[in-house]
């Protein structure tokens, strides 16, 4: 069956450094992943999709990789500020179907 | 800006109730979701709907129903509410199958059945 894996220890990083957060899949060939972002007590946001024919894709101090052949797509934000302190969900995705599935999320803690 | 609205933020009901939780969008997105959310479990689905009056069973469906009567509205029903639904609900709704299908949720319900 389908699974997604984030790593579920959350992950501190002093402010200013580069966070990586990773999103493993197997069994699974999605076309594209999409990556959410979750505050306490709130709905996810979405931040980005990345298509499989797409190695990375950037939005201001975001970037996406995508890797079709690791099954892995990983997740950075750099210059990162405590303001980035949140759960990072990843959703790999196929057009046609509707639904999504989403991995269990990465607790970020940006430290300042 | 996307609106999803979800009927209350918090509830308490007790064991056996019939319980609903409502969700309304306003940009007339053809597909809505319901999502349970549970520590270490992420978000799991529950019933997704395409279309008024259509349905499709997510991953975890039982001990729930869901209703559509008009688009910008999907309930989500619990016939008789047990302590293993205490959860948080998340509503989302998204564009029609030719998108990506980008999600917009709301806030939440957080339900607690005693």
């Known amino acids: 069956s389908q699974k997604i894996e984030q790593n579920s220890e959350a992950l501190n990083i002093q402010e200013g450094k580069t966070a990586t957060l990773t999103c493993n899949y197997t069994?699974?060939?999605?076309?594209?992943l999409q990556w959410y972002r979750q505050d306490p007590g709130r709905g996810p946001v979405f931040l980005l999709l990345i298509r499989e024919n797409e190695k990375e894709k950037r939005k201001e101090r975001l970037k996406v990789t995508f890797d079709t052949t690791l099954k892995q797509s990983l997740f950075h934000i750099t210059a990162s500020q405590p303001a980035d302190s949140a759960t990072y969900l990843c959703a790999p995705g196929d057009t046609g179907r509707r639904a999504l599935t989403f991995g269990s999320g990465t607790r970020l803690q940006v430290q300042p | 800006d996307v609106k999803v609205t979800q009927s209350s933020r918090y509830l308490v009901k007790r064991t056996g109730e019939k319980v609903f939780l409502e969700c309304v969008q306003d940009m007339d997105h053809e597909n809505m979701f319901w999502y349970r959310q549970d520590p270490g479990l992420g978000l799991r689905l529950i019933y997704f709907?395409?279309?008024?009056?259509?349905?499709e069973k997510g991953d975890i469906p039982e001990g729930y129903s869901v209703s559509r009567e008009k688009k910008e509205r999907f309930s989500l029903i619990l016939e008789s509410a047990s302590t293993n639904q205490t959860s948080m609900y998340l509503c989302a709704s998204s564009p029609d199958r030719d998108s990506y299908n980008e999600q917009f949720f709301g806030p939440g319900t957080r339900l607690t059945v005693l």
């Open positions: 709907s395409y279309d008024v009056k259509m349905k």
């Open positions: 069994n699974y060939s999605p076309a594209y």
